[in-house]
């Protein structure tokens, strides 16, 4: 039997084109698709245009095209391109709104991702050690009595993930510009160290408690007093904790 002249039962039919057998006999049975020859035995055989005739029929189901609507589609009787350009009409704008839809969740899930607290996960992976239980039970010991702890706490208690992304990169920023104010052999106490001091308390006072220029005088000496404070700083840049320092009492100085 030639490739032309193949003929395959309902069973195999329903095989090659995922239509079950039961709808296969529906459709010849109200003349959608009958069989173009049966065998001696009474099988139904179908040929290649019948295949193709039923993969016509499957895309007008996907379309929800009523069964009816199709067999005057396929034989002629309507004008089949002017249905197919309606239907292609109807899927495009039924695809733009699920579209929209995906964009709107998207948004919705978004907000509420950036509503929920950071964990101790998420800050560990923005401040690797300079995260720990261990220094976070340290700081409270030493501060936890006092009110900028307080405020400090109540601020930070609600800030999300993006929050912290967003007080880490302006961390990085300001460590940025005291180096390249270093680096460039600037003075401690000139124009472009000093104005990466003040962003830096104002970075403070943004984001964690209430720092005015005197107390900002004292943090800056916490970090050459205290020798972590002073090797966080000075292992970006070699006496960075000293040259930070210095800015920050120039600063002070100036706005004192």
């Known amino acids: 039997m030639t490739h032309e002249n193949t003929m395959w ?4 039919l329903a095989d090659l084109s995922g239509v079950t057998v039961r709808t296969l006999h529906h459709y010849d049975e109200i003349g959608l698709l009958r069989p173009t020859h ?13 295949l193709v005739r039923l993969q016509q ?10 069964l009816d609507q199709i067999a005057g589609l396929l034989d002629g009787s309507d004008d089949a391109v002017e249905h197919l350009r309606r239907q292609r009409a109807v899927v ?30 998420d800050m560990r992976e923005l401040f690797g050690d300079g995260f720990s239980d261990e ?15 307080a405020q400090s706490r109540a601020r930070t208690a609600t800030y999300t993930k993006a929050d912290w992304t967003q007080i880490k990169r302006e961390q990085d920023a300001s460590n940025d510009a ?13 124009d472009t160290a000093v104005a990466a001091a003040e962003q830096a308390r104002i970075h403070m006072n943004t984001w964690f408690y209430d720092c005015d ?20 700083y000075d292992d970006l840049e070699p006496g960075l904790a000293r040259y930070v320092r210095d800015a920050i009492v120039a600063n002070a100085e100036r706005n004192g």
């Not at 039962?9 to 195999?12: E, F, I, M, N, P």
């Not at 049966?38 to 099988?43: I, V």
């Not at 029929?57 to 009523?66: D, S």
């Not at 948004?107 to 509503?115: F, I, Q, S």
């Open 92 to 121: 495009t704008a039924r695809r733009d709104e699920l579209d929209e839809l995906v964009v709107a969740i998207d948004h919705a899930l978004e907000r509420e991702m950036n509503d929920t607290p950071a964990t101790d996960e």
């Open 213 to 232: 220029h005197e107390f900002h005088r004292c943090l800056g000496q916490m970090y050459v007093d205290d020798p972590r404070f002073t090797a966080t």
């Open 178 to 190: 005291f180096i390249a104010a270093k680096r460039a052999g600037e003075p401690a106490d000139g």
């Open 38 to 50: 049966r065998s001696a035995a009474g099988y139904r055989l179908y040929t290649r245009d019948d």
């Open 57 to 66: 029929i499957v895309v007008y189901r996907r379309l929800e095209t009523p």
């Open 135 to 149: 220094y976070q039970a340290e700081a409270e010991q030493r501060w936890g009595d006092t009110d900028k702890w």
């Open 9 to 12: 039962t309902v069973g195999r």
